[in-house]
């Protein structure tokens, strides 16, 4: 594998994560929002924030490639640009784990005090 496929690969990982994340909660936002719990509420805007955080790491993932080859005539990017990279992207996805776990946490929570009436106990 060359070191060009080795860049474009991180930087496409990268935005399959992001657009997986908010794919995510696109699907999610309407009912969270929706609720009357507060750690619902908050829990969601937490996991929010922190996409945000994912979103922005995942933005320097793609800038760093695109001033090194600003910066440098090479069609190659060097060892060094490719690590600056790769810690990038490992901690868009330590964020985007995150974000995600305080989703789920959320929705347990949603499912847990709004959905009662989905269960129902009939008396023999």
Not at 39 to 49: E, N
Not at 80 to 91: F, T
Not at 98 to 116: D, P, R
């Amino acid at each position: 594998m060359h070191m060009t496929d080795a860049d474009s690969s991180l930087v496409d990982f990268s935005k399959h994560l992001l657009i997986t994340i908010f794919a995510i909660f696109a699907f999610t936002s309407g009912a969270l929002l929706g609720a009357s719990n507060d750690w619902v509420k908050v829990l969601f805007t937490l996991s929010l924030i922190t996409s945000i955080v994912s979103m922005t790491l995942g933005f320097k993932v793609v800038m760093i490639k695109v001033n090194e080859h600003l910066r440098s005539e090479s069609e190659k990017l060097p060892k060094n640009i490719i690590k600056e990279m790769l810690k990038a992207l490992q901690w868009q996805y330590y964020t985007s784990i995150m974000a995600l776990g305080l989703l789920v946490f959320s929705i347990m929570i949603y499912f847990l005090t709004e959905n009662y009436y989905l269960i129902s106990v009939k008396p023999y």
